[in-house]
């Protein structure tokens, strides 16, 4: 405790000023704050001596039924105090589909928003708001995740009784892993394929009760079950649904955009100016979910990182190899190795945040053309989305983990908190589209530009300055590497290391672009680009670090007044980001490729290597103060290891005390069932 | 089903001639069959359609209580059919410290042979051998791991009464983490620091008895529980214990090496060579563990491939990009990402393996050596398993999750069993002696050989030739590479690859050493290895690749007959193994290494990708043979996505509705608090 009260009186800043910046303004953050003690004292949360009850051993029920707890909670805070804190990010900063009721809102309302006729929507959206239902989005199956077009349940019209028959044919059809199918929902909204008249029309959005609302039972014709344990998200009940000849009126099909008669005639609805809305729309919230999940896992790594960075600065482990063998032993946080980790996951949670900001920008640019119909950077925005969110997810989800083996033993007990925090980021990767399924998007609309610039039509505006330069590569007329500039004192320059990050995602494009267009001559386009998709995995890893440090350098630049100690901070974290990434990268698709082209000479990388150490040592004194800025609680944190006061050991102990199966009874049941210690080991009474 | 017959009708080879080799020879391949199969009935788990009993929803109590019974049934099988195949791995290949029992042998036992007296190793092995006991192993406290000096638990002698006390004066002098401390073990080896006379004598080994045989109640005076849920091992009772002045008597200490006398003399025994032979036999058995866990995180890294290739070999999920839309969807090993990250996977699995026998061999002989008293390999043995150990548990712990990431949801689920796995793997890069410590020690070993040569002593001779080289770079004589050899043709030969390997370890160390060496000139040892620390680590990384490389290309060209199909198919995994650690490295300390120096130009390096492709197309048939080789059964995967008829979907259903929580009690528990709805979202009621 005396070290981590030395650790914050080392700050160079005051870590308020970070907060500020974080959260958006200094309202933001006593609100926040104040929405959280509410609810922390609501939930007995407060003493962080106590063990918290999600570490008691619970068994499945028991979790779910914590996890049902501390939904009410939150949903009740939010109602009284107007405020949606917990909207995305529960009171533990876990993404809201953690929560029993965390779809209701976001996947199951806003569909209807979007799908629903204006009569669906006045009836339906109040029911939601004044939390009559709770809702499912039940769209992926056992058999069908991200490839929406092989969903297999059907829904088919009766014209004898005007209702629709849901249905599960298969196995693989069974609709598996929605959040809060499995206990908590009265409804869903079910992706189903629409058959009139014998025809597919393809996959549409029905909403269908599943439950009673007198008895909660499942309504007759629905199977419905949890799916069991997750390495995460125990707190809700990713469930199971499967459908037998279960009918639901003609109203069911949410109808906005195509409709059913009576007669069973299909038809779809007719827009105003004719230019796809729905689709369009329905981009738009996928950016929206998207952009979303790139902020929740800088705090999900950020939150891993202030758990090692406290631990670390705490645990005094063994001595620096050679020191004199009567010194006492030393803080981990001294050890080159784990100081150079702990500062480089927290530049990545800055860069992942920052970015994130950046795209909130240009987002809400976009939802303001987009009401005046103007569509166009539609496209940039969904690839740079698909981008980020690859992106942002594995290197959130590989540094919580690397946080978490920093903690050594200790880290890798539930006490820690740190297996739970790691394990939700890390299904970040898969939900909300799958990362390689991402990256592909991306790579498509960034040769989609190349051709066109290359066949001299139009080119997105966001990407015309560079598509330029990719084209110069292509065309093989290779000029000498521009970006290092020569000068070797100017390499540390952030617009000089945004040049060098550029002419390697160009190059790295027109090389993948070029081998795609070659091999599309030898062999269908499919097969071609299955033939090149690790070159184009790393073009697309490119471009999204290069995008990254531009939003990194810019908000490092001009969220605090220049020449501040925070300024200055953020300065060191974006120039150690921009370098690591160069000397050892997180993600490895394109390893390497700073060093080809002669875009780093190996006497720069030997600077680079120098100087990265002198950046760590800048920022040594202000490890407790950045981590500090993100302003968790104890309680959300819900760590023995990463409380506020540095109080690691006798927490720890003190927990692990408090443990139910400490009670004894573990101990007898084993024993019980023996005479003696030979019965205990063998199996001869089993 | 259908596809996985395709996938394995497409085998080149019979996959037991690699089985054959994986586990030495055909009658070690039916004892363990065998061996299997008992303990399998036994415990229950042949059927595979069956829930697996540890799926059920366990809380903390009953996944012990399933350890409990599942290290009984082990136990009892060695006993009576006399063999050791569940001594390093359980019937999960599990490594042993995921038992109750599994400490006993292995640590218990080994301690009282290594420090016994003749008279306490009379005694207590024959208590071991006799399972009239289980002993832990406590050294760890909750402040001190890998540093033994740090121990604070004391063991005073009182003269009066002929007695040691043990006390753990401090919370962080709590025992915390040993195997089987918290619920299972009647005695345990306690690392505490000796005091005679008023006098610390540093820390011995005493053997205390901490449980009572009649009613396996804690002793007077040591309060025992467990550490709680971990991410994996819950099957076990990692334990803390606090002694509280427990009184112990004079034949506790363990005293081969140190006695007290009666009148509390302390005095260390003469030996007969006076060539500290206990340092050098703790040196031995830390071997013999380290390369035990090489080889265990071998099969851990299979079991999760294993799981991925079969999984993605039914899994039929989209198509490829540019499709014709009317195609059907695609097995997802046929998208190239899941096919080179599967194959990646599977060539690091033989890799570790064919290393940690390789290593075995040497072992062996060091064994002879020592017999005779000849110790003189122990430095290099000793670093070479402390470098193949972390580089080993890191590759397989980040292939694991890999792995477990490529399943997406499902692979997120429990019942995919690859969370158990991954995280079992996971907590191998901290035990038995943390990575960042183990790569360091490596390290000292490299600097100490290079320093010896430059000061024209002897060198070791297992690194003399080897040594020699890295001089050269030193020197700063700055040959053109010679290891590309010019011959594009050749880079791809084995010979070749390992050249490359070696020049970059050569480079690495010489480059790494001089840095060092010139900052001692600028400050104190201990400062300049830590400064140096990064380099450092990328030495050591380069050395343990190049090993492992060597070591692979010696197995997989002499393990089976030239010519012969799974020969063929051994070569290609080298190599590709060889190529991908060029172009995506799992571990990234010497990222872009291999393209300094000229060592491979940027052509060779687009050579390198090309070829990978061909390697991955050869490969492609035989993914189910090369997982299938392993000869895991369904019952030790515990996977619902990995078993070997490839039935996932109605397995993974089958085994979600017999979920208990799934009985419907969970949904009323959350219901009954609730009058309606809105009461179930609301806290109301709390």
Redesign the interface.
């Known amino acids: 405790m005396v070290l981590m009260q030395q650790a914050r009186d080392s700050s160079t800043f005051n870590p308020m000023k970070l907060t500020v910046i974080i959260y958006e303004n200094e309202t933001m953050v006593r609100s926040r704050r104040a929405a959280f003690h509410r609810v922390e004292h ?1 939930l007995g949360l407060r003493d962080n001596m106590q063990l918290p009850h999600i ?1 008691s ?6 979790l ?2 914590e996890g ?2 501390r939904a ?2 939150i ?3 939010m ?1 009284t105090h107007g405020h949606n804190h917990f909207q995305w990010l529960n009171e533990r900063y876990q993404i809201c589909n953690s929560s ?2 965390g779809m209701n809102f976001l996947m199951f309302r806003r569909t209807i928003e979007l799908q629903g006729t204006a009569e669906q929507r006045r009836y339906w959206l109040q029911e939601v708001d ?5 809702g499912a989005y039940a769209q ?1 199956e ?6 929406v ?2 969903i297999e349940t059907t829904a088919t019209f009766d014209v004898d009784t005007g209702t629709f028959t849901i249905h599960s044919p298969t ?2 059809s ?1 609709k ?2 929605p959040g809060g199918l ?3 929902c ?1 409804h869903a909204i079910v992706a189903a394929r629409l058959i009139t008249h014998g025809k597919d029309r393809g996959v549409h959005m029905f909403i269908v009760q599943i439950r009673s ?1 007198d ?2 039972a499942p309504v007759y014709g629905v199977e419905l ?7 995460a998200y125990n707190g809700t ?2 469930g ?1 649904a499967r459908f037998h000849h279960l009918r639901v009126p003609r109203s069911s099909l949410l109808a906005a955009h195509a409709q059913v008669l009576r007669d069973g005639t299909y038809c779809q609805a007719q827009t105003k100016t004719g230019a796809l809305p729905l689709s369009k729309r329905v981009y738009s919230t996928m950016l929206d979910t998207r952009r979303n999940i790139v902020r929740c896992v800088a705090f999900g790594l950020a939150q891993a990182a202030t758990i090692a960075a406290r631990y670390s600065i705490v ?11 009567a010194e006492g ?1 030393t803080a981990i946080v ?5 100081h ?1 980790r702990l500062l480089t996951l927290i530049a990545q949670s800055y860069a992942i945040l920052f970015a994130a900001k950046d795209f909130d920008v240009k987002y809400d640019q976009l939802v303001c053309e987009q009401e005046n119909d103007d569509h166009a950077r539609l496209p940039f925005m969904h690839a740079l989305s698909t981008g980020l969110k690859a992106w942002a997810t594995t290197i959130a ?1 590989t540094g919580a ?1 690397e946080a978490r ?1 920093m903690c ?2 200790h ?5 820690s908190g740190l ?1 739970e925090i790691e ?1 939700t980021v ?2 970040t ?3 909300e589209g ?1 990362n ?2 991402m990256w ?1 998007q991306l790579v ?1 609309y960034l040769f989609k530009q190349v051709k066109a610039l290359c066949a001299g039509q139009n080119v997105d505006v966001e990407v015309k300055d560079y598509m330029g330069g990719v084209r110069t590569y292509i065309n093989d007329e290779t000029p000498a590497s521009s970006a290092q500039g020569g000068d070797k004192a100017n390499l540390f320059d952030g617009a000089t290391l945004l040049l060098i990050y550029r002419e390697r995602s160009q190059r790295l494009l027109a090389s993948a672009y070029s081998a795609y267009r070659d091999m599309c001559g030898l062999s ?4 071609a ?3 090149c ?3 184009n ?1 790393s073009a697309a890893q490119a471009f999204v670090e290069y995008m990254v440090l531009e939003s990194f350098l810019k908000w490092s630049s001009s969220s605090s007044a220049p020449g501040t100690p925070e300024s200055q901070a953020l300065s060191h974290l974006f120039s150690l980001f921009a370098l690591t990434t ?5 993600l ?2 394109a ?2 490729s ?4 002669g875009l780093l000479t ?1 006497d720069q ?1 030997n600077g680079i ?1 120098v100087h ?2 002198e950046l760590l040592a800048c920022l040594l004194p202000d490890i407790a103060a950045l981590t500090d800025a993100w302003d968790f609680t104890d309680s959300s944190l819900c760590s023995a290891l990463g409380c506020k006061d540095g109080n690691v ?2 927490r ?2 003190s ?3 408090q ?4 009670s004894g ?7 019980e069932a023996s005479e ?3 019965e ?5 009474r ?1």
Not at 57 to 62: A, I, K, N, Q, Y
Not at 130 to 134: C, D, G, L, P, T
Not at 411 to 415: E, H, K
Not at 582 to 586: C, L, N
């Open positions: 609501a570490y051993g619970l068994d499945r029920e028991g779910y039924l049902v707890r009410r909670v949903t009740s805070d109602i029993p009721f004044q939390m009559r239902i709770n992926t056992l058999g069908h995740g991200t490839f077009r092989g196995p693989t069974v598996y892993w499995g206990f908590s009265s609302l008895d909660f079950g949890d799916v069991g344990m997750k390495m009940c990713n199971y645990r005094e482990q063994g001595q620096l190899m050679f020191s004199d063998a032993e001294m050890f080159k190795s784990q150079y989800s983990t083996k050594g033993g880290g890798f007990v539930a006490l297996p394990a890390s299904a990767v898969t939900f799958e390689y399924v592909q498509v269908s386009a499919a097969e680009w299955n033939a998709m690790m070159s995995l160069i000397t050892s990268p997180s490895s698709f390893a390497g700073f060093l080809e082209h190996p990388l290597r990265i150490n050991y006798e720890l102990l927990w692990t005390r443990l139910p199966a400490n009874r573990a101990v007898e049941r084993a024993w003696g210690i030979e205990f080991f063998k199996a001869s089993l």
